[in-house]
Nanobody, 127 residues
């Protein structure tokens, strides 16, 4: 199984940018789909962005982050990134990266489809 470790979270002001990094170890995840999720206090974990293993990769974003966030992956470094621009207080949450070795013809956005997860990194956006 792949182990994932996120980093890059922090406290920023509205309008600022952050880049989250998620490094995988243990097994090669080059053939896996990868995603970023977030969970705010009292809320369910929600999909943010996903990228599959194809070349070129298929990418999906939640409507709430479309145009502001960019997901990318570097399989040579076993790393997936989430560049977050124009951050808003509503983006405050714990951000998790996740991976799935399951096959699907389309990129999935449900929590249950991803079968390994990182521990999360806190992102706080002040107004």
């Amino acid at each position: 199984q792949v182990q994932l470790v996120e980093s890059g979270g922090g406290l920023v002001q509205a309008g600022d940018s952050l880049m989250l990094t998620c490094v995988g170890s243990g097994r090669d995840f080059s053939g896996h789909s990868l995603g970023w999720f977030r969970q705010a206090p009292g809320n369910e974990r929600e999909f943010v962005a996903g990228i599959d293993w194809r070349s070129p990769s298929r990418i999906v974003y939640a409507d709430s982050v479309k145009g502001r966030f960019t997901i990318s992956r570097d399989d040579a470094k076993s790393t997936v990134y989430l560049q977050m621009n124009s951050l808003e207080p509503e983006d405050t949450a714990v951000y998790y990266c996740a991976g799935s070795n399951r096959y699907s013809p389309t990129l999935q956005s449900t929590v249950d489809w991803y079968n390994y997860w990182g521990q999360g990194t806190q992102v706080t956006v002040s107004s």
